[in-house]
Nanobody, 125 residues
Framework: VQLQASGGGLVQAGGSLRLSCAAS????????VGWFRQAPGKEREFVAA??????????THLDSVKGRFTISRDNAKNTVYLQMNSLKPEDTAVYYC?????????????????WGQGTQLTVSS
């Protein structure tokens, strides 16, 4: 499975943006998909994950994005989205999507076997 992240760009603080992660392959719907981000000089961190359709949990991890970011998936389009509202300069990072090897949503990077190339988000103050 190959993943292609897109939708990043430059946005002012308080603005909104939606990232997309398009996947190839027929098994996409069977696995959870996550978004991670990496800011300059920092480690990659988990942002959100959505389970396969057969699972019920969907969650974000970072307290700093709760209520602002929403992850969703459209299996008919083999695409996962990350809707980001009320953006802050500290959200600036390269955002990566990744396909889990499990159906349930997990925040552990080692559970994700396929990674996209990343898309840059820059939030100006």
């Amino acid at each position: 499975v190959q993943l292609q992240a897109s939708g990043g760009g430059l946005v002012q603080a308080g603005g909104s943006l939606r990232l997309s992660c398009a996947a190839s392959g027929p098994t996409f719907s069977r696995y959870a998909v996550g978004w991670f981000r990496q800011a300059p000089g920092k480690e990659r961190e988990f942002v959100a994950a959505v389970p396969a359709i057969s699972w019920s949990s969907s969650f974000t991890h970072l307290d700093s994005v709760k209520g602002r970011f929403t992850i969703s998936r459209d299996n008919a389009k083999n695409t996962v989205y990350l809707q980001m509202n009320s953006l802050k300069p500290e959200d600036t990072a390269v955002y990566y999507c990744a396909l889990s090897t499990y159906g349930w949503a997990t925040m552990n990077p080692s559970h994700f076997g396929s990674w996209g190339q990343g898309t840059q988000l820059t939030v100006s103050s």
